[in-house]
C-alpha cells in the first residue's frame, strides 16, 4: 500500500514548524565487535571441524610405532537470509507536500530499520547462546558439555552461572586457558574482548580499568589490569537482551562469523498506471559459528 496524503495531513498545509521523529542517532555496526566477517558466493557456506592427533605414546624398544587417525567431526553451515524493505510514494503525495523531500526523508528512514535488524540478527546468536544457537555438534554455543572426538569435553561456560564480578572474570579467564582440542591436547587460547549488555558498563568499567581490587578494604593491585587480560577491554552491545548475561570473545580462529552473501542494494521504480514511486532495500546475510571456543559465556546467577 502506498503513503498517500492521507498519512500526511498535516504536510499539506502552512504553518507547520517541524517534522521529528526520524532524526535519532543509531548504534552502528556493533556486529562487528563480535564476528569476523567474510563473503560468500553461495546460498550457504559450511565449515569443517577436523581432528588432529592424540597424545603420542612411548614406543618400546622393537615394538612397532603406534598410528592414529584423523578425521572431520562435525559440520557447522550458515544459511544466508534475506533481508529486505520496501515503500511506496503516491504521486499525489510527491507533489503536494510542502515542507521535505519525502523519498529522501524515507529512503533514510529505510537504510535505518536494514540497520538495525541486522544488529538485531547480529545479538540473536548470543541472546540464544544457552538454549537455541545450535552448533554442528549439536549443543548451544555456549556449554557445558561440548562433546570432543577422545578429548574431555569443551565447556565454554561457567560451571556454576554468575553475575559479572572480579571472581566470575577470572574464573572465566582461566576456563579458558584450561581449553583443549578436540583429542584433549591444550591449546593456547586467551580472552580478547568482553561483550556486555548496557546494564553492566558500570559494573565493567570498575572492575577492568581499577588500579585496585574492586570492593575491597584490602591494598591489592587489581590483577586483571596489571596482567593486561582482555586487552581489547570492554564492548557494550545495546541489543542484547538479557542484563546479566557476559560473554568474552576469544582469539581461538574460525568462531563468532557473519557471512555477506550480497551488501545492501537499493533501487527504485515509478509505476505507469497509478504514478506510485516504489522504494526498496535488500540484502542477504548470515550470522552463527564454527568453534564454540571462540566465545565464552555466563547467562548470570539470575
Known sequence: MAISRAQLVKELEPGLNALFGLEYKNYENEHLQIYAVESSDRA??????????GEAPVKTEGAGVAYDNAQEVYTARYTHETIALA???TEEAVEDNLYDRLAARYTKALARSMAQTKQIKAAAVLNGAFDTSIGGDGKPLCATDHPTLGGPDLSNELTVPADLSETSLEQSLIDI??????RGLKIAVQGLKLI???ELMFT???IMKSTLRVGTADNDINALKNMGMIPQGYVVNHFLTDPDAYFIKTDAPNGMKMFERVAMRTGFEGDFDTGNVRYKARERYSFGFSDPRGIFGSPGAA
Open 204 to 206: 565493567a568499567d570498575r
Open 87 to 89: 515503500f511506496s510514494l
Open 44 to 53: 550457504f557456506e559450511e565449515e569443517v571441524m577436523e581432528s588432529g592427533f
Open 177 to 182: 586457558a584450561a581449553f583443549t582440542d578436540e
Open 196 to 198: 556486555i549488555p548496557k
